[in-house]
Each structure stands twice: as structure tokens, then as C-alpha cells.
């Protein structure tokens, strides 16, 4: 251990690895799903429709422009998990 702060941490490019990208994108898609379960919940609580409905009426409404978002996603994540 060094004398200074966060000498020990690593700062600029070598920071962005495949590892602590596909983490970052991975933590990301948590949040998301965990605040639409949310919302879901207190949708159903006070009677309304939840936000999910909709997501999945865009996601119908759109499904070429859905499977290449889902393509895209899937070789990014090919990409950096691939060794």
C-alpha cells in the first residue's frame, strides 16, 4: 500500500476491461428490471395498469427493430465474454 489515496486503483483505459463492462451492463439491466417489478407492484396495489403492459405493447408493436435491438445486445455480449 501506497502513502497516497487510491494509489492502489487503476485509472484511464486499463480501467475499462470486458469484465467491469459486462458487470456495468449486467448491474443496469438489475436496476431496470428491479424498478419495472417495482412499479408493478404498486401499479397493481392502487389498481392501475403497470408500466410493463406498455413496455410490452411497444415491444409487439415493433418487432423487427426488438430482435435487432436483442441481436446487437447479444454480440456485444458475445464480444466480451468471448476469450
Known sequence: MGSRNGQDLT?????????????????IGSAIAFLLMLEESLALRAGRDPMSNGVRTLVRRIPRSTYALAVIIGMILGHLVWP
Do not use: E, Q
Open 11 to 27: 485509472y484511464g483505459p486499463a480501467a475499462m476491461n470486458a469484465g467491469a463492462l459486462l458487470s456495468l451492463i449486467a448491474t
